[in-house]
C-alpha cells in the first residue's frame, strides 16, 4: 500500500518550495515590513495559518542577498523593517517564476489536467 | 512585552544572538503582532504554527539569519577543506615510511651500546674528531662516528609522530566527524523547521 501524503501535509510541502517566490513577488509591488508581508499574501488568497511563519524565510532571503533592508517609519507606528528586492531577488524571482510554470505544466500534464491539441 | 516575544528573547539570548539583533527582531515582531490585534487578525496569521512553539520559532529565525553564534558565513561552510586532511594524511603516511625505513636501516648497522661507550672512550682519546660524518650529543659532546643509533632515533621519533599524526587525520576522516552537534541546521530553511 502506498503511503499518501495528508492533504495538509501536501499543501505544506508544497509552499514550503516557493513560498519564497510568493514573499519575492508581493515585495516587488513594493518594499513591506513583515506583517505588510503576511496581508499582502492574503489579498492575493494565500493565507499561512497551519503553516510556517515568514520570519525565518525573509531572515534567509536577506541573508542570501535576495533582498535590501532599511528602517523606516511605519503608518502612525513604531519604526519598522522593510524588505524590498535588491536585483539579485529579482533575477532569482524571474528563475522560480519560470521554474514553477515548467513544473506546474508538466505536474499538470502528468495528472491529465491539461489536453494536447493534435492536429490530424 | 508580550509573552510570545519574551520567550523568542529569551531563546535568542540562550543562542547568543547579539543584543542589537535581539533587538531589532524582538521590535518588529511585537509591533506585526501589535497591529494584527488591532486588525482582529489572530497570532496566528502573523506566526503560522511558530506561534505555538516560540523557541523553535526564535531559533529558526535567528538561524536563518545567521546571528545564532557559531552559524557559518554566507559562502563559508562548517566543513574542513579535504584536500588539507588528504595532504596532512599523505605526510603522516611519508613519515611513518620514512621512520620504518631509517629504523631498518639503522637497525642494521646499529652497534650495541656497549660498542659505543667503548667508542666514546676511544673517540675521546683522539686528539682530534673523526673525519667520518657523526652527531653531536650529549653533556659532553662527543662524536660518534656510527650513525646507526642516531638514524635509528631519528626513524624511531619519525614512526612515532607518523603513526600519531596519522591516527588524529584518519580520526578526522570519519564521515561523523565534520558535523556540528548540538545545533541548528539550517540548510532546509525554505520554511521553518516547525512547519
Given at each position: 500500500?502506498?503511503?499518501?501524503?495528508?492533504n495538509?501535509?501536501?499543501?505544506t510541502?508544497?509552499?514550503?518550495?516557493?513560498?519564497?517566490l510568493c514573499?519575492?513577488?508581493?515585495?516587488?509591488?513594493?518594499?513591506a515590513?513583515?506583517?505588510?508581508?503576511?496581508?499582502r499574501?492574503?489579498?492575493?488568497g494565500?493565507?499561512?495559518?497551519?503553516?510556517?511563519?515568514?520570519y525565518?524565510?525573509?531572515?534567509r532571503?536577506?541573508?542570501?542577498?535576495?533582498?535590501?533592508?532599511?528602517?523606516?517609519a511605519?503608518?502612525?507606528?513604531?519604526?519598522?523593517?522593510?524588505?524590498?528586492?535588491?536585483?539579485?531577488?529579482?533575477k532569482?524571482?524571474?528563475?522560480g517564476?519560470?521554474?514553477w510554470e515548467t513544473?506546474?505544466?508538466?505536474?499538470?500534464?502528468?495528472?491529465?489536467?491539461?489536453?494536447?491539441?493534435?492536429?490530424? | 512585552?508580550?509573552?510570545?516575544?519574551?520567550?523568542?528573547r529569551?531563546?535568542?539570548?540562550?543562542?547568543?544572538?547579539?543584543?542589537?539583533v535581539a533587538?531589532?527582531?524582538a521590535?518588529?515582531?511585537?509591533?506585526?503582532?501589535?497591529?494584527?490585534?488591532a486588525?482582529g487578525?489572530?497570532?496566528?496569521?502573523?506566526?503560522?504554527?511558530?506561534?505555538?512553539d516560540?523557541?523553535?520559532?526564535?531559533?529558526?529565525?535567528?538561524t536563518?539569519?545567521g546571528?545564532?553564534e557559531?552559524?557559518?558565513?554566507?559562502?563559508?561552510?562548517?566543513?574542513?577543506?579535504p584536500w588539507?586532511?588528504?595532504?596532512?594524511?599523505?605526510v603522516?603516511?611519508?613519515?611513518?615510511?620514512?621512520?620504518?625505513?631509517?629504523?631498518a636501516?639503522?637497525?642494521?648497522?646499529?652497534?650495541?651500546?656497549?660498542g659505543?661507550?667503548?667508542?666514546?672512550s676511544?673517540i675521546?682519546?683522539?686528539?682530534?674528531?673523526?673525519?667520518?660524518?657523526?652527531v653531536l650529543v650529549?653533556?659532553?659532546?662527543?662524536?660518534?662516528?656510527?650513525?646507526?643509533p642516531?638514524?635509528?632515533?631519528f626513524?624511531?621519533?619519525?614512526?612515532?609522530?607518523?603513526?600519531?599524526?596519522?591516527?588524529?587525520?584518519?580520526w578526522?576522516?570519519?564521515?561523523?566527524?565534520g558535523?556540528?552537534?548540538?545545533?541548528?541546521s539550517?540548510?532546509?530553511?525554505?520554511?521553518?523547521?516547525f512547519?
Amino acid at each position: 500500500m502506498h503511503h499518501m501524503v495528508e492533504n495538509g501535509g501536501r499543501r505544506t510541502q508544497l509552499l514550503r518550495g516557493v513560498l519564497d517566490l510568493c514573499l519575492l513577488t508581493v515585495m516587488a509591488d513594493g518594499p513591506a515590513y513583515g506583517y505588510e508581508m503576511t496581508k499582502r499574501l492574503g489579498a492575493r488568497g494565500l493565507s499561512i495559518v497551519g503553516e510556517g511563519s515568514i520570519y525565518p524565510l525573509l531572515g534567509r532571503l536577506e541573508r542570501d542577498g535576495l533582498v535590501d533592508t532599511h528602517r523606516a517609519a511605519s503608518n502612525g507606528g513604531p519604526p519598522r523593517k522593510y524588505y524590498e528586492l535588491s536585483s539579485r531577488g529579482r533575477k532569482a524571482l524571474n528563475q522560480g517564476v519560470f521554474e514553477w510554470e515548467t513544473t506546474r505544466d508538466a505536474v499538470d500534464a502528468a495528472l491529465g489536467l491539461t489536453t494536447t491539441e493534435v492536429t490530424p | 512585552m508580550n509573552a510570545f516575544v519574551t520567550a523568542c528573547r529569551r531563546e535568542w539570548r540562550r543562542l547568543g544572538v547579539p543584543e542589537a539583533v535581539a533587538n531589532e527582531m524582538a521590535s518588529d515582531l511585537e509591533a506585526d503582532l501589535a497591529e494584527a490585534e488591532a486588525d482582529g487578525a489572530s497570532p496566528e496569521e502573523v506566526l503560522g504554527n511558530g506561534y505555538f512553539d516560540p523557541e523553535s520559532f526564535a531559533a529558526s529565525w535567528a538561524t536563518a539569519r545567521g546571528v545564532v553564534e557559531g552559524t557559518p558565513r554566507p559562502g563559508v561552510t562548517g566543513r574542513r577543506r579535504p584536500w588539507v586532511q588528504l595532504t596532512a594524511t599523505l605526510v603522516c603516511a611519508v613519515a611513518v615510511l620514512v621512520g620504518v625505513v631509517a629504523l631498518a636501516a639503522g637497525g642494521h648497522s646499529s652497534v650495541s651500546v656497549a660498542g659505543v661507550a667503548f667508542r666514546r672512550s676511544a673517540i675521546l682519546r683522539m686528539p682530534t674528531a673523526p673525519a667520518v660524518p657523526g652527531v653531536l650529543v650529549g653533556p659532553h659532546q662527543f662524536f660518534i662516528s656510527h650513525q646507526g643509533p642516531a638514524v635509528t632515533l631519528f626513524g624511531a621519533v619519525l614512526f612515532l609522530v607518523g603513526i600519531v599524526g596519522l591516527g588524529i587525520t584518519l580520526w578526522l576522516w570519519r564521515p561523523w566527524s565534520g558535523r556540528r552537534r548540538g545545533s541548528y541546521s539550517d540548510h532546509d530553511i525554505g520554511m521553518p523547521s516547525f512547519l
